[in-house]
């Protein structure tokens, strides 16, 4: 369980700071190679989530989303500092426990 959270995680990380650096580069006239890394970064986000040992792709890809979610919240927490309000905890309890269903609920 803990390799799943890891590698989510990961994936998070790259997705969001890829992310942030393409939008450096497009939104606040930051060099190209701002893009540029974002971009590999975000390429890296395609690949680290097949690293998960679930059997099918639309399941965790769902259940990633609830992390990034999380992450997503932490973020703009901590780079962008926008201190989170109520909703936005309350949302993010939502989107764990969502994934924690998706992932480990018994299946038969």
């Keep these: 369980m803990l390799l799943t959270i890891l590698i989510f995680i990961v994936a998070g990380l790259a ?3 890829g992310g942030y650096l393409v939008w ?3 939104r606040e006239s930051k060099p ?6 974002g971009g590999v970064f975000l390429i890296l986000y395609g690949i680290i989530p097949t ?8 399941r965790v890809y ?5 992390v990034f979610v999380i992450l997503a ?6 780079v962008d500092k926008k201190t989170p309000d109520v909703y936005d905890g309350i949302g993010a309890a939502v989107c ?3 994934v924690s269903i998706m992932l480990w609920a018994p299946r038969s």
């Design 96 to 98: 764990i426990v969502g």
């Design 32 to 37: 190209l190679w701002y893009g540029i890394v």
């Design 62 to 66: 769902a259940a990633y989303g609830g």
């Design 73 to 78: 919240v932490l973020w703009g927490w901590l």
């Design 15 to 17: 997705e969001i700071g």
């Design 51 to 58: 690293l998960q040992s679930f059997p099918a792709f639309g």
């Design 24 to 26: 450096l580069w497009l």
